[in-house]
T-cell receptor, first 111, second 114 residues
Framework: SQQGEEDPQALSIQEGENATMNCSYK?????LQWYRQNSGRGLVHLIL?????REKHSGRLRVTLDTSKKSSSLLITASRAADTASYFC???????????FGTGTRLTVIP | EAQVTQNPRYLITVTGKKLTVTCSQN?????MSWYRQDPGLGLRQIYY???????DKGDVPEGYKVSRKEKRNFPLILESPSPNQTSLYFC?????????????FGPGTRLLVL
């Protein structure tokens, strides 16, 4: 299975701090996406980074991708209590028709 | 409003009693997919469909069936549910299903099989 793994499994920080989550995967990919899930709800797309990109920004989100290490990181700057959620990375294997999701990082931002 | 809907949202049933979870999208997406989410295991794909009448197995298809008779609907069928199918189920859709496509998720169906 290509399923990715996020690290850490859980992260607790104070409001205003930065949160960094990592994702590792197993095979070559075309793209990597990050999704957010509020408790028990559907996933919401955050950002996509292509295999030929190294870094991408969207608002307070910064994503990096290192294809040589098969890893990605998601940085949330100046965290807010509303950022409390689970975050998943999703990868597509070259030639595949679907996404493989990781196991997620549970982020808690303490007001 | 563009959305993916699932019904029911919550379901308690007993072993062996056939059930169907419906999924519908209003975005004219070709690709639809079912996932199950279990603690510590993340999301695992059950089945997916690239278009009408085209379905394929995902990572964990055993015990499930799907159909895609219309573009907007992709029901998940459990012919004989068992307790190990107790889970949180998500339907998702995207334009074409390739990795560069954003997937839009439904709100989830929480299933308990007794």
């Amino acid at each position: 299975s290509q399923q990715g793994e996020e690290d850490p499994q859980a992260l607790s920080i104070q409001e205003g701090e930065n949160a960094t989550m990592n994702c590792s995967y197993k095979t070559s990919i075309n793209n990597l996406q990050w999704y957010r899930q509020n408790s028990g709800r559907g996933l919401v797309h955050l950002i996509l980074i292509r295999s030929n990109e190294r870094e991408k920004h969207s608002g307070r989100l910064r994503v990096t991708l290192d294809t040589s290490k098969k890893s990605s990181s998601l940085l949330i700057t100046a965290s807010r209590a509303a950022d409390t959620a689970s975050y998943f990375c999703a990868t597509d294997a070259s030639g595949a028709n679907n996404l493989f999701f990781g196991t997620g990082t549970r982020l808690t931002v303490i007001p | 409003e563009a959305q993916v809907t699932q019904n029911p949202r919550y379901l308690i049933t007993v072993t062996g009693k056939k059930l169907t979870v419906t999924c519908s999208q209003n975005m004219n997406h070709e690709y639809m997919s079912w996932y199950r989410q279990d603690p510590g295991l993340g999301l695992r794909q059950i089945y997916y469909s690239m278009n009408v009448e085209v379905t394929d197995k995902g990572d964990v298809p055993e015990g499930y069936k799907v159909s895609r008779k219309e573009k907007r609907n992709f029901p998940l069928i459990l012919e004989s549910p068992s307790p190990n199918q107790t889970s949180l189920y998500f339907c998702a859709s995207s334009s074409l299903g390739r990795g560069e496509e954003t997937q839009y998720f439904g709100p989830g169906t929480r299933l308990l099989v007794l």
